[in-house]
Every structure is written in structure tokens, then in C-alpha cells.
């Protein structure tokens, strides 16, 4: 099961990918998210339904992804080739239009395997093999610290995986870990007694 995955380095893979320029390139993993936090976005199929819209919003929040040092790589179990012919197309046309980020191809399935999020028939709505809509943030040193999984018919919120790795950053930085709802620019909690009490005596109105 992924949720065993919190807390170990993400399973490292070696696999055709098209890069962010069109090109169909060989890709590691851990070459990939060196010294940098990596946002690993697994969806079902190219050619779909919910996945376009993932996708683009993924593309349109990059260059704020790039400034918090956040390596974007989306994988499915589409061939490079169905993933070029996908950003080929033009989002007015059904496409994903040419997305700033590493698609990867996991035509086998070994990847969606090796993370524990491959469909199985009758257990979920996705079609049998193919990627879940899962999304795993792995810090600088490529541990994984946050997993989320969703089932088919339901999108993904890219702003939500923004505050999480900004949280992250938060605690690494200040030592202080993040209470429900924290955003940017507010204040963390230090985790001890006195700490948590402070922190509830100020804020537990506005939770």
C-alpha cells in the first residue's frame, strides 16, 4: 500500500519520457529531483476527461511551482508517443497544449506498481491498470512526505499541493510545524505543550 511510502525515499525509475521541449528523451528519477522538492503527478490516461484539466492547471501554476525549487513530473501508462500527439493539441481542441513539464510513460506499469497506486478491477472507477490520481511530494533529499490519492471522477486542487510544499518549506526552515489551514505568511506552532496552547489560546475562534 502507498500509504507506507511516508516518510522513504520515493522508488526511483528509469523510463521514456517527453520532455518539456516535445523531445521523447530517456528519464531518471533521482536525476531528476536532486537538491530539489519533486511534485510526482500520476493520472489515468491521455485523451480524457478530468486529466486536461489537471494538466493545464499544472502548466499554468509552473513558473510559481519553479520559484519554490519544485521539480513537476506527471506520469501515466500512455506510450510517449500518445503523450506528444496529446500536447500537440490545442486545449481548445480537448488537448493539454505544450506543457512546461516531464511527461513520463509507463507503458508497462511498473512505476504505478512500484508506488502501490495501479487500478484494480472492480475496487475503484478507474479502468484496470491504469494509474490512480495520486500525487506524491518528496522533499530535497527525495523522501516522500505527503501522498494523496483520489478516485477517478475527481480533480485535483494544484493550489492545495502548492501549500503543502510550502508548508513543508515552512517547517524546515522555522522548525515549527503547520496547523489546520496554514497559508503563507502565517505564523506555525511550535510542538510542545506550551506551544500548542499558545497557539489555540490566539486562534481557535478562527479554525
Not at 191 to 200: D, I, K, P, Q, R
Amino acid at each position: 500500500m502507498s500509504a507506507f511510502l511516508i516518510g522513504e525515499k520515493a522508488p526511483d525509475f528509469t523510463a521514456n519520457a517527453v520532455m518539456a521541449n516535445g523531445d521523447i528523451e530517456e528519464f531518471n528519477l533521482n536525476d531528476a529531483i536532486a537538491n530539489k522538492y519533486g511534485l510526482l503527478f500520476f493520472y489515468p490516461l491521455d485523451f480524457t476527461f478530468v486529466c486536461p484539466s489537471e494538466l493545464i492547471a499544472l502548466g499554468n501554476r509552473h513558473d510559481a511551482l519553479r520559484n519554490l525549487n519544485v521539480q513537476v513530473i506527471t506520469v501515466s501508462t500512455d506510450s510517449p508517443h500518445a503523450h506528444r500527439a496529446w500536447r500537440n493539441t490545442d486545449p481548445n481542441d480537448g488537448g493539454i497544449g505544450s506543457v512546461p513539464f516531464t511527461m513520463v510513460s509507463d507503458i508497462d506499469g511498473n512505476i504505478v506498481t512500484k508506488y502501490g497506486i495501479r487500478a484494480v478491477p472492480n475496487r475503484c472507477l478507474y479502468d484496470a491498470g491504469t494509474a490512480m490520481r495520486a500525487t506524491f511530494i518528496t522533499d530535497r533529499d527525495g523522501v516522500i512526505r505527503s501522498l494523496s490519492i483520489n478516485d477517478e471522477p475527481i480533480g485535483r486542487n494544484i493550489d492545495e499541493h502548492m501549500r503543502t510544499i510550502e508548508a513543508l518549506q515552512f517547517f524546515e526552515e522555522n522548525g515549527e510545524v503547520c496547523p489546520a489551514g496554514w497559508n503563507k505568511g502565517a505564523s506555525g506552532m511550535k510542538n510542545t505543550a506550551e506551544g500548542v496552547a499558545s497557539y489555540l489560546k490566539a486562534n481557535h475562534e478562527e479554525l
